[in-house]
């Protein structure tokens, strides 16, 4: 049952879209088990460019089954638009299966997410107004409507003006803004039926069918280990947990069916929104950086902050997840530059941290300590081994290694999907010692 998870490990937007595309060419099955349309995979093939934001990347893969999984929060007009997105640009759609169990959103998340944050005022935690936090909340107090219920006209009716009228008090009596209408609840939610009848189904059995006929698997995740609910930055998070733990509870598989886990990270760091980030560069290097790097969101298009790779970070991440290696993205944006630099670890009040703290406070008053490092010239983005790679970005690779601890398995030195040099069977399982 050869599966691997693939899990960001940074803020999100670590290129796991690009390593999941890679892995769906070898692969039968790509799951994606959270999150809703908050996130966003950009994946170039050739001189195309895909923006995916709800559809797992194996869809791009003709043969690869694309799963939708119970743990993400699905938005039906999103999912429905990024469907003929792709159809309209010859891509086949057919292979995809949507969880009964996953949850949606409707406008009035949209809308509660908007006034939530606003209300925030100096408090945002820069949320992207998708409805995921709002649907998540839903979810957990037992008011959440499934995709299963789309296809039970009675049940869904019922749900959606029970719904719409606890959602309308808040309105009214809580922001004064102008109450929602069951019925477009309603009509979105028939459209979604009609169109999405077919493709809805107890993922869960197939995903697990899939590996016990020995099938390749991957399961692809969503955002990053420092936006989990509990593992993340809180409260400057996501509402989901996109740690390798959310895989097994967002796609229906125990733990014992995970058979590695690859953490993907970017040379650098990068966040979106709000929150601390120890490694954060406000000058030109910075802003090289990103525009080197493209480091704008594919959702939302907002600068992305940008940094140098926090080796402190690295480390919390393999723990939390239990990586078993590292993919890395972007070594190319750094070429050129006379020096780089890899935090290796925090000082806090005249103390040395090398983990990760929970405290808020803590962070904002953390500075950087780091190791500095020779940079490289630029190189062809079509060498095919690491040998091939300059002197000192070797160099730096083997800092990484040996400051996080685990080994590369996937060095990319370009934006294309071709551009990635593979060092590993990733689909091999990893012999875990006993001791």
């Not at 959602?167 to 809580?174: K, P």
Request: aromatic share 6%; with cysteine.
């Amino acid at each position: 049952m050869p599966s691997v998870a693939v899990i960001g490990a940074q803020w999100g937007d670590e290129g796991k879209g690009k390593v999941t595309h890679y892995l769906a060419q070898q692969a039968d099955m790509v799951v994606r088990s959270q999150g809703g349309n908050n996130a966003g995979h950009t994946v170039v093939v050739g001189d195309q460019v895909f923006k995916l934001h709800l559809l797992p990347s194996g869809i791009l893969y003709p043969g690869c089954q694309a799963v939708i999984g119970n743990g993400v929060v699905l938005d039906p007009e999103v999912l429905l638009a990024e469907i003929d997105y792709l159809e309209g640009r010859n891509i086949d759609t057919s292979a995809l299966v949507i969880s009964d169990r996953a949850h949606l959103i409707l406008p009035y998340h949209r809308l509660l997410d908007a006034l939530e944050e606003d209300g925030r005022a100096e408090r945002k935690i820069g949320t992207t107004r998708r409805g995921v936090g709002p649907a998540y909340m839903d979810k957990n107090a037992r008011y959440g409507i499934r995709t299963v219920d789309l296809f039970e006209p009675s049940r869904l009716r019922e749900l959606v003006i029970w719904n719409v009228e606890r959602v309308n008090r808040v309105l009214e009596r809580v922001y004064s803004v102008e109450p929602v209408s069951a019925d477009e609840m309603l009509s979105i939610c028939t459209t979604a039926a009609k169109r999405l009848a077919g493709l809805v189904a107890d993922t869960s059995v197939l995903v697990n069918a899939a590996l016990d006929q020995g099938q390749r698997v991957v399961f692809e995740g969503s955002q990053g280990t420092f936006l989990d609910i509990d593992h993340g930055t809180y409260p400057y998070v996501t509402s989901s947990h996109p740690v390798a733990g959310g895989v097994t509870i967002g796609s229906g598989v125990g733990p014992s069916r995970i058979d590695r886990v690859l953490g993907v990270v970017k040379a650098y760091t990068t966040r979106v929104g709000d929150g601390p980030m120890v490694t954060e560069l406000s000058d030109e290097t910075g802003e090289r950086i990103r525009q080197v790097g493209h480091e704008f969101g594919t959702t939302t298009g907002r600068p992305r902050r940008v940094g140098w790779l926090d080796g402190v970070m690295l480390r919390y991440a393999a723990r939390v997840n239990g990586l078993d290696a590292l993919a890395l993205n972007h070594l190319d944006v750094l070429s050129g530059m006379d020096t780089v630099r890899l935090c290796v670890a925090y000082e806090l009040d005249g103390s040395r941290l090398v983990h990760y703290p929970a405290s808020l406070s803590a962070l904002e008053r953390a500075k950087p300590v780091y190791l500095d490092l020779p940079g490289w010239p630029a190189f062809s983005p079509e060498i095919s081994r690491r040998q091939e790679l300059p002197g000192a970005a070797e160099t730096f690779l083997q800092a990484i290694e040996q400051e996080v601890g685990l080994p590369l398995a996937v060095i990319s030195t370009g934006r294309e999907r071709g551009h990635t040099l593979i060092l590993d069977d990733l689909f091999s399982p990893v012999q875990h010692s006993s001791t």
